[in-house]
């Protein structure tokens, strides 16, 4: 073995030990005991609450939910603050309904000494009706618990720091909506920090941002203990349709602000899984650590300037445990610098005799197979666990997903062995590194175009690689690597959990550019004939051991979304699911794919035909403009359709709409003030939950459970009313 060979093997044997260290910097942190210091965060003593908190299922407007609520009065009423509850509708709007709920929200003041602005510590009580959140939102509300216990045994601080406690996060947002709209603590704006979680385990990642973010992040990144966020996130969190109790604040434009959750153990989220014994303390110690030193640094600092969104964002990445800041101003910069480095390697490497300017332009071209081939194996990777275990097919995640993730890793090692190594043997090993760094440059200008704050991800490897070169020395490479392990492998780790095995192939794309980047050091490697053989045996034996740890059992079941629905107009029900590909359970209630048009509120994909259950429809009356809607069971929702008028407002707040969906509505009725004196037709759909005493239901089998839907063992009651 030569000597440039040995180097080369210890350089990657280096890198694997860097790209360790790089994991581990991301996860969470030891969780700490009771008998940690008092002005400190405790995981356990914050676990406390969450077993409180979690006790039952606390939908909004439940009887459960109210004690939920007493609990978290007495416990801030014994941490020396005054908490009152604003008890109003809330009303949320998106681009295809109008949802609205009756919210109690816990809302709670330390007074600055000097205050520059507020600071807004925000998580939600309510829980889904399918399980009793002990992680969404019983983490983030205790830790926020914890939070303010530490910082009552300290000095004042120099800004209002604000508790909110939101209600009816899971119905439609609207306990953060009706504060961001109607409390008089909100008109002024300041800086959020909200607290969620999205599963039950891995680390606290900073994922969203308010707009003009680079103060606020630049406060997180120097504070923060344990900084786990990236700029890439809020790019794509910006594209998706999700929403949080965030989303109200950050809409508002007055509001500056984090939102932070962890998102590993996604099987559990929302499901009656979710509970205390399933957390995982170290990301409650996570959550606790960061959230009390943000709070710290935001409540004494000046908050002119941070308390309302101004100046850019930033760009930024977590590296070996801080977090590496620059602003977006020199997003393009740098994205045109890797592209001149990479353009540079190529020329250096013609006019050195390494390369012809024919191979490198056939070797970039060729490059493109195996990035195609990567994205397509990770889907394709997917379908064949879903036909293996049908099962998987309505879940994000497995319950325990790790031996799959590894696999997926193994798969793209072995597409990017074969790619390298068919095209060096054709066109030489430094055309094919050239070609890899092509398409990291290429890859740095798009997102530079279309996500900025993601654009680091290839084009700082790639100007690292392209400089590299250009210094024709393994030491040069080494450097390079670790650039681009210390800035991808964090995302590919992270991707897993977020975007789950369902979506492999983004993780699995960020995977194979990791690996272009790494070409190079290949380059003095001799082909090794059992590299790729023992890396399909690793793909074999990692998913058999998944398969065989991921059993569907009582603790870890199968989900199943059904629904059932009531048309009293003309005497029929049906069974419904929005399962796309309903699994054993679910086809013995569903037959016909449809959308169940009659029953706009369940989004159904498939319906069978049921039973007609003896189920009283909500009662309305007329005075004027004024409708009453009064139910005659207890249900958690009420969803209204008008034809011939607008409903003006509903529980004394404005909606106007002509559709309605009204979440905890109120036992002794429903207001809605319409827009008209004169005839109208209005549709009442009520519904509760429990399946349990309908005619033809079957129970559940052990190892299958309510998947973790919002309508999920929804009973739908519709009547339609004519009022003259």
Not at 691 to 711: I, M, N, Q, T, W
Request: hydrophobic share 50%; glycine share 8%.
């Amino acid at each position: 073995m030569s000597k440039r060979t040995m180097m080369s093997v210890a350089a990657l044997v280096g890198l694997a030990l860097i790209g360790a260290w790089v994991v581990l910097s991301v996860l969470p942190p030891s969780a700490r005991g009771a008998d940690t210091p008092a002005q400190e965060f405790s995981a356990a003593r914050a676990f406390t609450h969450v077993r409180q908190v979690s006790q039952a299922t606390h939908v909004a407007g439940s009887p459960a939910n109210d004690t939920v609520r007493e609990y978290l009065v007495t416990t801030l009423r014994g941490l020396g603050l005054d908490p009152q509850i604003q008890d109003t509708v809330g009303v949320s709007r998106s681009d295809d309904e109008v949802a609205a709920a009756r919210v109690r929200n816990v809302v709670a003041v330390i007074p600055g000494q000097d205050s520059t602005g507020r600071v807004f510590l925000v998580a939600h009580y309510d829980s889904v009706q399918t399980g009793p959140g002990a992680n969404d939102d019983g983490a983030g509300v205790s830790t926020i618990l914890e939070t303010v216990r530490a910082l009552k045994l300290g000095p004042a601080p120099r800004n209002d720091v604000v508790l909110v406690l939101t209600d009816a996060e899971e119905a439609c947002l609207c306990g953060a909506e009706a504060f961001v709209a109607q409390h008089p603590l909100a008109r002024d704006g300041g800086v959020v920090l909200n607290v969620e979680a999205r599963g039950s385990s891995g680390p606290a990642i900073m994922f969203e941002t308010s707009a003009g973010n680079a103060g606020v992040v630049g406060v997180y990144g120097k504070h923060a203990p344990h900084p786990v966020g990236t700029s890439f996130a809020v790019e794509v969190y910006r594209i998706l349709p999700n929403d949080t109790d965030f989303s109200p604040f950050r809409d508002s434009s007055r509001f500056t602000g984090l939102n932070t959750a962890y998102i590993d153990g996604q099987a559990a989220y929302h499901k009656a899984q979710d509970t205390a014994d399933r957390m995982d303390q170290r990301s409650l110690q996570h959550h606790g650590d960061n959230l009390l030193a943000l709070t710290r640094s935001f409540g004494s600092g000046d908050l002119t300037d941070l308390r309302a969104p101004s100046g850019p964002d930033a760009t930024y990445f977590p590296a070996l445990g801080v977090l590496i800041t620059y602003p977006d101003i020199l997003v393009w910069p740098l994205a045109i610098l890797a592209v001149l480095a990479v353009a540079a390697f190529a020329w250096w490497s013609v006019r050195g005799g390494q390369s012809t300017v024919k191979n490198i332009v056939i070797s970039s071209a060729l490059t493109a197979l195996p990035i195609i081939v990567t994205v397509a194996a990770a889907q394709l990777y997917w379908t064949i666990l879903t036909w293996l275990r049908p099962g998987f097919t309505n879940m994000i995640d497995p319950w325990w997903p790790v031996w799959f993730r590894w696999s997926v890793v193994a798969l793209v090692l072995i597409i990017l062995i074969s790619g390298y190594a068919v095209i060096s043997r054709r066109f030489g090993k430094v055309s094919a590194s050239i070609g890899g760094l092509v398409w990291l440059a290429l890859f740095g200008m798009l997102m530079a175009a279309t996500v900025p704050g993601g654009s680091y991800l290839t084009a700082l490897p790639a100007l690292a690689g392209g400089l590299a070169g250009l210094a024709g020395h393994i030491a040069a490479r080494f450097a390079a690597g670790v650039i681009a392990v210390v800035i991808l492998a964090p995302t590919v780790t992270l991707f897993f959990p977020a975007l789950g095995l369902a979506t492999a192939a983004a993780p699995a794309l960020f995977a194979i550019l990791l690996g272009l980047a790494l070409l190079p050091m290949l380059e003095e490697l001799p082909p090794v004939p059992w590299a790729l053989r023992s890396l399909v045996l690793a793909v074999v034996v990692l998913t058999t051991a998944g398969l065989v740890l991921n059993p569907f059992d009582a603790r870890r079941p199968m989900p199943s979304q059904l629904m059932y629905a009531v048309d009293t107009d003309s005497n029929s029900a049906v069974w419904a699911t929005t399962e796309a590909s309903p699994g054993a359970y679910t086809k013995q209630f569903v037959s016909k794919e449809d959308s169940a048009a009659a029953f706009p509120a369940l989004h159904a994909k498939w319906t069978g035909p049921a039973a007609v259950a003896t189920l009283p429809p909500a009662q309305v009356t007329r005075a004027g403009k004024t409708v009453t809607i009064i139910p005659q069971r207890q249900v958690r929702l009420i969803h209204i359709t008008v034809e011939g008028g607008t409903i003006e407002s509903a529980g004394g707040q404005s909606v106007n709409a002509t559709s309605l969906l009204f979440h905890a509505p109120p036992a002794s009725g429903l207001e809605l003030t319409l827009s008209t004196t004169a005839a109208v037709k209005i549709r009442v759909a009520d519904g509760s939950d429990g399946l349990e005493s309908l005619p033809g239901f079957k129970p559940r089998p052990p190892d299958v459970d309510a998947a973790g839907s919002h309508a999920s063992d929804l009973v739908l009651v519709s009547k339609t009313y004519e009022l003259k």
